[in-house]
């Protein structure tokens, strides 16, 4: 589909947009010639988004996704025609250390939008962001698809499950199929990319290190993810919105967005071309406490009805990918007041690099 047209011009409302993979969105947007406004509870000063100074260029709110009344106002005064929702507390390790806030962001914040949405009176296409933790890991060889059992044993995994079955529900009970409101839920990877610095992540975490010069502790070497660059499932949502638009078969449905099977490597393997690019950085391999903090040594997924109806691919490498990252801290490093420029000029790589596949 034609991206620049379809979102050119159209009022378009992100929650969670100064965050790592918000800010990410945002630009994309700006960059399709959208009007973006963003939510979020706060933006932090050292963030990807305070980076590019984004807030100067769109409509900037601070909000708590928890908060129905606050957000209600701000849907029914912005009048959007779609929204990603992106707002949630994203950290597996972080959700044993807050339960409480794990669950409420992730469930009432999005039963929250979902009951806003219901009482809509114009057209809206809404893509909810979820993980692909919301799958009940039984470390299977095989992808997972959008039709296995959903399920967590971490506070942050049961959540994201949980909230797959809000919108589900909802959509079931009170939404239909004639509603002017559509809606799909979006299922990613695990996401890399420049401008992310959040806490016990491994490529934040292997950065800060560098820039301590202190070892980087890791904790599941072997640990296998599917890696993929943070434009990659950006893609896939901005197509899965468009469909949502144009194919009412799409709503409430739920979408795999990861890469292939072999971009599935371990954790010191990601570690390992990180330093090929960078050059730098040393690392050990520590234990961690038994039972506490696990996760899922296994994950994958299967794209195949993303690729099918969507026409949407990961069309990123492994090696290609870790460049892409590496390439981006490397030059905030040495030019941390322009990396607009290398976030802007990353998308546009990217952009080519689709079109031409």
Not at 204 to 226: E, G, V, W
Request: aromatic content about 8%; charged content about 30%; some cysteine.
């Amino acid at each position: 589909m034609n991206l620049n047209k379809i979102f050119k011009n159209k009022k378009v409302l992100i929650t969670g947009h100064t965050g790592f993979k918000g800010s990410w969105l945002t630009v994309l947007l700006l960059e399709l010639k959208a009007n973006v406004v963003g939510v979020s509870i706060d933006a932090k000063k050292y963030s990807h988004y305070s980076a590019l100074n984004l807030k100067k260029k769109i409509i900037d709110l601070r909000a708590d996704i928890t908060d129905l009344k606050k957000m209600d106002k701000i849907i029914k005064k912005h009048k959007p025609d779609f929204i990603f929702h992106l707002a949630a507390q994203s950290l597996i390790l972080k959700s044993y250390s807050e339960p409480l806030n794990t669950w409420k962001t992730n469930v009432i914040g999005t039963l929250n939008l979902v009951e806003i949405l219901k009482s809509l009176k114009k057209k809206c296409y809404a893509v909810i962001i979820t993980s692909d933790k919301c799958y009940l890991n039984v470390e299977k060889n095989e992808g997972y698809k959008e039709t296995d059992r959903l399920g967590g044993l971490d506070p942050y995994s049961a959540s994201k499950a949980s909230a797959e079955l809000v919108v589900a529900s909802q959509i079931k009970s009170f939404i239909g199929t004639n509603h002017k409101v559509r809606i799909a839920t979006a299922r990613a990877g695990n996401v890399i990319g420049g401008g992310d610095w959040s806490d016990n992540r491994i490529i934040p975490d292997y950065i800060k290190s560098i820039k301590r010069k202190k070892r980087l502790k890791i904790r599941s070497p072997n640990s296998t993810r599917p890696w993929q660059h943070v434009l990659e499932p950006l893609y896939g949502y901005l197509e899965l919105a468009a469909a949502l638009k144009f194919k009412k078969n799409i709503h409430g449905q739920s979408f795999n967005f990861g890469p292939e099977k072999y971009a599935n490597k371990t954790v010191l393997e990601v570690i390992k071309e990180m330093k090929k690019n960078l050059l730098v950085g040393n690392w050990k391999i520590v234990k961690t406490a038994k039972n506490k903090g696990k996760e899922a040594k296994l994950l994958h997924l299967n794209c195949s009805k993303a690729k099918k109806i969507l026409k949407w691919k990961s069309i990123l490498n492994f090696k290609e990918t870790i460049k892409m990252v590496a390439n981006w801290y490397e030059y905030y490093y040495k030019n941390p007041k322009s990396v607009e420029n290398k976030t802007i000029s990353q998308i546009k790589e990217y952009q080519n690099l689709r079109n031409s596949k």
